[in-house]
């Protein structure tokens, strides 16, 4: 089996029975902010995107480029589908030109043409992707390669089952906003970025502890950011609290754990893999010159994009707009038929927007509204002591960038908006995730999806006992098994998927709203 990197968690898989494209992407994402590192935009893509198989792991646009779908990769191909809850991911691939699809059943093998096995794994809560994430296994041949891309199930036991893995490409780097965003001391920043990098990197380590693959491929990551704007949250900076590390920095990192068997791929690179091992060749002499040059590569790619970046700002100003009576049109009848998301978030949200005022050259606040979830309006806030009310959450961003989402119709604010890292954000109390679950809600079909999910979510019967407590089996976030990811230091838990902990002397999450777990001390229930 053959596996070309083409960049990011973007890669073409050949064997004898047919060739898969897996999730490419080249052009900007999310308002321009977000690029591959390294740059993939000079490969030949009209030959890469000449395959049998698409495979599009998800709807976030780090995986999905529309534009580079539509003009490189050939529509003879069969898409590869994921089992969703919705129909997003084929309408938008149908809109494109394809339409050859091939309707997998999540968690089931199903043999191509020539004997090529495939099998994807469908994540299918509100918090996976733009709900929806997976992974695909591929055999051929006795060769097998599970591309994990950044879903995160929780665990691999259906992979393990399907034979020794040969090959196993998994996220190890940050793709997210928090903390860069929070209007924070930068010594916090630092402090909670550090921890989440430590976090992000066991997360990787236990997932290859799982699956005990003979190679593993630092993949899906991270991005690089060449907006003069955003460029502070590139990994060159030599910030301990960066969340961005690069596949450099894994071998690095990897190597503290014992890890020998690390394969990097550039856009470009080619590995072969066969049931005995694995040869590598790279578009560069030496990938430890070429990273310790990271900063000069991204001046030299920012100078290549920046006409983009500029053309791409051009086009988000839409004065004609008015964005409250927009937000109304837009939030207002999803406000109405929403139970668990409104009581969830559970309080108003409020938004200030950002634009130039003459005389300034700092952007200042010119229009600030409120999404108020127990009265289910949006409104202006109401002014007290002649400020605006106080909220748990609020959001700064220019106010432009909001009227380009209306005036496109975006359904996705997270996979737009958030992921842009274009924003600051200032929160009371505890991370709120139904916050994020709704503004990923923003069309009815989501809305009613995630408000079931929610609803059919009752806590298990099934309890463990770790240490001093005995708590259930599950985690009350999503679900991961806590014999395998649950820490407890004390009287806390922490589960290592997505670090949310408890205080199991109350029950309490102390990372979210909500969320309780049932705990007690080891033995009380005999007693």
């Not at 406000?335 to 200030?352: H, N």
């Not at 005389?359 to 400020?387: H, T, W, Y």
């Not at 009350?476 to 997505?498: M, N, S, W, Y």
Request: aromatic share 12%; with cysteine; charged share 25%.
């Amino acid at each position: 089996m053959r596996i070309t990197g083409t960049g990011h968690a973007s890669m073409r898989i050949d064997t004898a029975a047919g060739s898969i494209l897996c999730d490419p992407w080249v052009n900007p994402a999310y308002f321009a902010s977000w690029f591959p590192f390294p740059d993939n935009s000079r490969l030949d893509w009209d030959t890469l995107g000449d395959v049998d198989y698409l495979y599009v792991s998800h709807l976030h646009r780090d995986h999905f480029d529309a534009a580079h779908l539509k003009r490189f990769v050939s529509k003879k191909a069969t898409v590869l589908l994921p089992e969703y809850p919705t129909s997003q991911l084929e309408d938008e691939l149908r809109a494109l030109g394809f339409t050859k699809f091939f309707k997998t059943v999540s968690d089931e093998v199903h043999e191509l043409d020539g004997g090529l096995k495939v099998m994807i794994q469908a994540l299918i809560s509100p918090t996976d992707g733009p709900i929806g994430d997976s992974s695909l296994w591929v055999e051929h041949d006795g060769v097998r390669v599970l591309n994990q891309n950044d879903a995160r199930p929780t665990d691999l036991v259906r992979f393990t089952e399907l034979g020794h893995v040969h090959a196993h490409m998994l996220q190890f780097s940050g793709a997210i906003w928090y903390p860069m965003v929070y209007e924070l001391p930068q010594a916090a920043k630092t402090a909670f970025g550090k921890q989440k990098r430590e976090r992000q990197y066991d997360r990787t380590w236990r997932y290859i502890d799982d699956l005990k693959a003979d190679f593993v491929f630092p993949i899906a990551g991270p991005p690089c950011f060449l907006d003069d704007e955003l460029w502070q949250f590139n990994d060159i900076h030599g910030d301990e609290g960066n969340i961005f590390p690069d596949q450099w920095d894994f071998v690095a990192e990897y190597a503290k754990v014992g890890g020998v068997n690390g394969v990097v791929l550039l856009p470009g690179s080619v590995s072969e893999i066969t049931a005995g091992g694995c040869e590598t060749s790279h578009p560069v002499p030496d990938l430890g010159e070429f990273f310790a040059a990271k900063e000069e590569h991204l001046k030299a790619y920012r100078e290549r994009q920046r006409v983009v970046i500029e053309r791409e700002k051009a086009s988000w100003s839409h004065p004609e707009i008015d964005v409250l009576a927009g937000m109304r049109a837009r939030i207002e009848p999803l406000l109405e038929e929403s139970v668990r998301l409104a009581q969830g978030v559970g309080g108003p949200v409020r938004f200030d927007l950002t634009g130039p005022v003459q005389g300034q050259d700092v952007p200042e606040v010119v229009e600030s509204i409120m999404i108020d979830f127990p009265n289910k309006v949006v409104r202006r806030p109401e002014l007290v002591d002649g400020a605006p009310e106080k909220v748990r959450y609020r959001f700064r961003t220019e106010r432009r960038l909001v009227e380009h989402l209306l005036h496109i119709d975006e359904g996705d604010w997270v996979n737009s908006l958030f992921l842009s890292c274009r924003f600051s954000a200032a929160r009371i109390g505890q991370y709120n995730e139904f916050v994020y679950a709704f503004f990923k809600c923003l069309s009815e079909e989501r809305l009613q999806y995630a408000e079931g999910w929610y609803e059919s979510q009752r806590p298990d019967a099934e309890d463990i006992t770790v240490g001093d407590w005995s708590f259930q089996r599950r985690c009350p976030h999503l679900k991961a098994d806590l014999t395998r990811f649950g820490i407890v230091e004390g009287d806390q838990l922490t589960c290592q998927l997505h670090g949310w902990k408890w205080d199991l002397k109350s029950g309490r999450c102390l990372t979210s709203v909500g969320h309780e777990i049932r705990s007690e001390p080891a033995g009380q229930s005999a007693a």
